[in-house]
T-cell receptor
Framework: SYVLTQPPSVSVAPGQTARITCGGN??????VYWYQRKPGQAPVLVVY???DRPSGIPERFSGSNSGNTATLTISRVEAGDEADYYC???????????FGGGTKLTVL | EVQLVESGGGLVQPGRSLRLSCAAS????????MHWVRQRPGKGLEWVSR????????HYADSVRGRFTISRDNAKNLLYLQMTSLRADDMALYYC???????????????WGQGTLVNISS
């Protein structure tokens, strides 16, 4: 089945930019989705169709996808952005959704 | 308020059964395909099952096919997951999740519940 690879952790200082990557074979040809999961809270969709933001998600969150890598970029990082972030695609060959292993974002 | 609220989790012995429920509110439940997604302790997210808006189509992950059954009651705004022959590796936080595509499942998830915890232990 399709494999998505994320770095286990990313650390960034408040006010800086965090970039969380998601790697997969020819990932640029797929639609990538990103979820934020804070401890004790329900996961939240923060980016869909590679670059779009659901209503209510701050413009600081943006996505890109090209080649074998998708990237979630969080600008002007705040303490409240500290969470686990997961990328996801639909694996057409297996006819099932596939998640990356998740990246823990730490705000220093 | 648009929300999904799971219930039914708990401690169960290996080999036994458990039924999870999910109550939907704040939106037209029958207009959406629905899913269950789980997270095992210390692991990432894993898709478990999907049901179409009208229950005509269901789909399962290989790891649960033949043991789990997804169903729904649109009149009551409820989603279910009947789990049988439970194993140690089924222990997880189970999320009820709405498909972002509405009636046409697109296999991304635009609304999540808080999850219900299933513990497997003898």
């Amino acid at each position: 089945s399709y494999v998505l690879t994320q770095p286990p952790s990313v650390s960034v200082a408040p006010g800086q930019t965090a970039r969380i990557t998601c790697g997969g074979n020819n990932l640029g040809s797929e639609n990538v989705y990103w979820y934020q999961r804070k401890p004790g809270q329900a996961p939240v969709l923060v980016v869909y169709d590679n670059t779009d933001r659901p209503s209510g998600i701050p413009e600081r969150f943006s996505g890109s996808n090209s080649g074998n890598t998708a990237t979630l970029t969080i600008s002007r990082v705040e303490a409240g952005d500290e969470a686990d972030y997961y990328c996801q695609v639909w694996d057409a060959s297996g006819d099932l959704p596939v998640f990356g292993g998740g990246t823990k974002l730490t705000v220093l | 308020e648009v929300q999904l609220v799971e219930s039914g989790g708990g401690l169960v012995q290996p080999g036994r059964s458990l039924r999870l429920s999910c109550a939907a509110s704040g939106f037209t439940f029958g207009d959406y395909a629905m899913h269950w997604v789980r997270q095992r302790p210390g692991k990432g997210l894993e898709w478990v099952s999907r049901i179409s808006w009208n229950s005509d189509s269901v789909h399962y992950a290989d790891s649960v096919r033949g043991r789990f059954t997804i169903s729904r009651d649109n009149a009551k705004n409820l989603l279910y997951l009947q789990m049988t022959s439970l194993r140690a590796d089924d222990m997880a936080l189970y999320y009820c999740v709405r498909d972002g595509g509405g009636m046409t499942p697109l296999y991304y998830f635009d609304l999540w519940g808080q999850g219900t915890l299933v513990n497997i232990s003898s």
